[in-house]
């Protein structure tokens, strides 16, 4: 059904067709060095042909790709993207490149956790990026062995920002939903990625469905390594913070398992749960952050 919906989406956005690759535009210098980035992780609710009318993705395909480009994140994390999906938002958005493989084999088969970054402005690094299975043997495609039922994966890359000159790293993950053994393996294991960084004095971007709320110890373990979830940064007063709402549509609830984390000295400027979309644009929220690396 890929294919559908990147016909229905084409006809709404002229530019959705794949544009060939040409040099980058020019991006303006920022002469202060500050690294600034708009963020946002997406959890994209597979492609099920169950899901009836507005909820299956050939409806809901035309409204995320207007929800990202209103959102116009620089660099963007989706989970459960099968290939149709990821192919269909790479073809309708044609100002972002993508890097991310199929968890059951490492190459098209499974859900995607993959990140789109905007073309004109980044460069990615082919010799620092990746992905790697939640598991004992991380470089083995489709890899499981801490009691998940079904593959879970982290894909990261270093981009170097053409405005600043400087690097950065972007891991964007989808923890398991039922184990918590799982969970907590795989946050030490990414831990133990990041920290583990060719460029260690570059700054750290952890996007994902952590199927996790904050206080979960698989989330403490982040934050014990330095990382800080950015809508806590400026909204931990909050009461109504739910991501994952079962196409109920509500915030009511703390179950916020999608999260922004940004390694140390990251300034906070804003933090979002994008929650006014109707038709809904999947069965979570996007989140969203703006952060700056001084």
């Known amino acids: 059904m890929g294919w559908m919906a990147v016909l229905a989406a084409a006809m709404v956005f002229p530019s959705c067709?794949?544009?060939?690759?040409g040099p980058p535009k020019a991006v303006p210098v920022a002469e202060d060095g500050v690294l600034d980035l708009r963020l946002m992780s997406f959890n994209i609710r597979y492609?099920?042909?169950e899901d009836?009318?507005?909820r299956s993705w050939r409806e809901r395909v035309v409204g995320a790709v207007h929800m990202?480009?209103?959102e116009k994140p620089d660099v963007f994390g989706v989970q459960e993207a099968l290939h149709g999906q990821a192919a269909d938002l790479r073809?309708?958005?044609p100002e972002y490149r993508f890097h991310g493989v199929g968890r059951d084999d490492g190459a098209k088969h499974g859900e995607y956790s993959a990140v789109f970054y905007q073309a004109d402005r980044f460069v990615p690094d082919p010799a620092d990026a990746g992905t790697f299975w939640l598991s004992d043997t991380p470089e083995k495609p489709g890899s499981r062995t801490w009691g998940n039922e079904i593959p879970r994966v982290a894909t990261w890359v270093r981009l170097d920002d053409r405005a600043t000159g400087r690097g950065f790293y972007v891991f964007n993950t989808h923890w398991d939903h039922r184990n918590q053994p799982s969970r907590e393996k795989a946050a030490e294991l990414i831990v133990r990625r990041i920290?583990?960084?060719k460029h260690k004095d570059q700054p750290v971007v952890l996007l994902g469905d952590f199927n996790a709320v904050l206080d979960n110890p698989a989330v403490r373990t982040l934050a014990a390594s330095g990382l800080a979830d950015a809508w806590h940064k400026l909204h931990s007063a909050e009461r109504d913070i739910t991501t994952l709402h079962f196409w109920q549509g509500s915030r009511r609830g703390r179950r916020k398992v999608d999260h922004i984390l940004v390694s140390g000295g990251a300034e906070v400027v804003a933090a979002g749960i994008r929650?006014?979309?109707e038709p809904m644009v999947s069965d979570h929220f996007p989140v969203?952050?703006?952060?700056?690396?001084?």
Do not use: W, Y
Request: charged share 40%; no cysteine; hydrophobic share 25%.
């Open 275 to 277: 929650d006014q979309d």
């Open 195 to 197: 920290e583990g960084r």
């Open 91 to 93: 073809a309708s958005l």
């Open 52 to 54: 009836p009318g507005s």
């Open 68 to 70: 990202i480009r209103e």
């Open 47 to 49: 492609e099920n042909g």
């Open 288 to 294: 969203t952050a703006r952060v700056r690396f001084h």
């Open 17 to 21: 067709r794949r544009a060939p690759e």
